[in-house]
């Protein structure tokens, strides 16, 4: 067997579309079955069918949500190893001098609280696992958490403030002794549908796309298999000592300047 | 999806400083899955532990005796991993020594030797190996790959640590500008850093063995005690979790990885 998660149950918030999806898959690949939540339901059921996994609709800032959508994970499958805090958005978010105050709320709702409810909700299904409390908990952050970006405060702020949170959760979980990691993966701009419409979008799609490109070293974005691969790693046992750490994963776009 | 079970298949990798800790777990694991690999070491080729070493690891895996310090050694390596292979994809710098004392007490030599080995050892080994695995990248989805073992002490400070917290540092900021430099060339050459925890290790051992002849404590399962009182996890790493974790930045899955520092640590950085 290739499976290098056979027998491991995992969740993954936002798993519809993007990097969800694409983490979904290769989870799944890995031998681990696979739940994910979101709100896009046609797609959700393409990617059950492809992959096995099984979908609930589920907002991940829906606090009184949370303790239905657990049970539903544990009915079916009857325990929790991996999660993937994935869901995010930039949905109302603007420069510090605009952003409005629902636009400030609705990033913070699903960036920030929508983490930290993923993150307590999976260390207390954890916790009571059978045969003993463990699992791996990963948080996507990102490469703007140590590059804020001007025209989006909340967004900038609110991946800084989740990596604080998965450092936090790993040094309570250690000092605990629950077995469980809790670490922040930090990714570059990656070739999201998202990304991909945003360049669709502009009045020259191509020189938009050299600019994205343009803003690793690497040159290029990264591809969504790139950053699943990442998540796959951190939630196998091969990273049983790796916790509360920062990953960047961004063609060296955070490494430093590029010079001339 | 299909995913293989040996993932480095028909790949070469080298290790330095092999034949222990750190560097041997990740010799073992690059053979598992399936690479060819060239180990070095300062011991001599027919010391007992490189000739018992050697039969254990089987036909994939050959030897080299080198200082890493020494650049006719560094050609002497590349010249034979050229001969035997033709081509090398993963690079481990992970030869390492350390040095602990207050600082007004280090001598000039003690000073020169640990940034010889550490920090030149390093510089060299991605020097010569460059040309080598540009090459050799160019088959490989994310090209190749260098792995420079620096530690958590290349992003903190400790009491009578600092001329091994400069080595590793240095180590550090080393990867992250090979790493813009390759990108923005476009050689298709990965470069990161992995920055392991309290490991256990021959090194790790000796150097508490060193503070326990300097009063520090009474034995060493006093110091490690402190250390794992210390980590969040609450136990030393296993050099296994460092390899694997080697591993991960020498195969495809960290295609995107370049630049990035790798902490295995247990949380000891996070708090
Ligand atoms: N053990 C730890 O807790 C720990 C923590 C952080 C970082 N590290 C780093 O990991 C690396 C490996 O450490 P380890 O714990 O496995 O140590 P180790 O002493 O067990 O193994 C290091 C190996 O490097 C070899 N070596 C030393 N000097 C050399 C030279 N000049 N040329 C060639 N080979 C040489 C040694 O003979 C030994 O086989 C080092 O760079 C070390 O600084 C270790």
């Given at each position: 067997?290739?499976?290098r ?228 790693y951190?939630?196998s046992d091969e990273a049983a ?20 | ?243 694997s974790?080697?591993f991960f ?23």
């Amino acid at each position: 067997m290739a499976g290098r998660l056979e027998g491991k149950v995992a969740l993954v918030t936002g798993g519809t579309t993007g990097i969800g999806a694409a983490s979904v898959r290769r989870l799944a690949a890995e031998g681990a079955k696979v739940f994910f939540t979101g709100s896009k339901e046609e797609a959700a059921r393409a990617l059950c069918e492809e992959t096995g996994a099984r979908f609930a609709a589920h907002r991940v800032q829906d606090a009184a949500g949370w303790p239905g959508l657990i049970d539903q994970v544990l009915g079916a499958f009857g325990r929790l190893d991996i999660a993937f805090a994935n869901a995010g958005t930039e949905s109302g978010d603007a420069s510090i001098e605009d952003v409005g105050i629902d636009g400030w709320n609705n990033v913070v709702a699903v960036n920030q609280t929508g983490v930290m409810l993923t993150v307590q909700h999976a260390i207390r299904a954890m916790k009571a696992n059978p045969f003993g409390s463990g699992g791996s908990i990963i948080v996507n952050s990102s490469m703007n958490a140590t590059r804020p970006l001007g025209n989006y405060v909340t967004y900038s702020v609110t991946k800084a403030a989740v990596c604080a949170l998965a450092k936090s959760a790993a040094v309570h979980c250690g000092q605990k002794g629950y077995n469980i990691r809790v670490n922040a993966i930090l990714p570059g701009v990656v070739e999201t549908e998202l990304i991909m419409g945003i360049l669709a979008a502009q009045a020259d799609p191509d020189a938009a796309r050299a600019m994205y490109n343009a803003m690793s070293p690497m040159g290029r974005m990264a591809k969504l298999e790139e950053i699943a691969g990442l998540v796959a790693y951190l939630a196998s046992d091969e990273a049983a000592f790796v916790s509360g750490a920062e990953l960047a994963i961004d063609g060296a776009t955070t490494a430093g300047m590029m010079g001339v | 999806m299909e995913l293989s079970a040996q993932r480095l298949k028909g790949r070469v990798a080298f290790v330095s400083g092999g034949l222990r800790g750190i560097g041997l777990a990740c010799v073992e694991r690059f053979l598992a899955e399936g690479a060819e690999v060239v180990l070095s070491d300062l011991d001599a080729p027919d010391s007992a532990l490189a000739t018992e070493t050697m039969a254990r690891l089987g036909q994939a895996a050959s030897y080299v005796s080198a200082n890493v310090a020494k650049e006719e050694d560094w050609e002497r390596a590349v010249a034979l991993v050229k001969e035997r292979h033709g081509k090398c994809h993963v690079l481990v710098n992970n030869a390492g020594v350390d040095l602990t004392g207050a600082v007004e007490s280090l001598s000039m030599e003690g000073w020169r030797r640990i940034m010889s080995i550490n920090v030149d050892g390093v510089f060299l080994g991605v020097k010569h190996f460059t040309p080598l695995m540009a090459e050799s990248g160019k088959d490989v989805r994310g090209g190749s790959s260098i792995i420079n073992v620096s530690s958590i002490m290349g992003l903190v400070g400790m009491n009578e640590v600092s001329a091994y917290n400069a080595t590793k540092g240095a180590v550090r900021l080393f990867t992250k500008g090979i790493a813009i430099e390759f990108a923005q060339k476009q050689t298709p050459i990965r470069a990161n850093s992995l920055h392991p925890g309290f490991v256990e290790t021959p090194l790790l051992k000796a150097g508490f063995q060193r503070w326990v002849d300097q009063g520090f404590a009474e034995k060493p399962d006093d110091l490690v005690a402190g250390v794992v009182a210390s980590t969040p996890i609450g136990r030393l790493a296993q050099p296994s979790e460092l390899a694997s974790a080697a591993f991960f930045l020498a195969s495809e899955d960290s295609s995107y990885m370049t630049g990035a520092e790798l902490v295995i640590d247990g949380g000891w950085t996070a708090q």
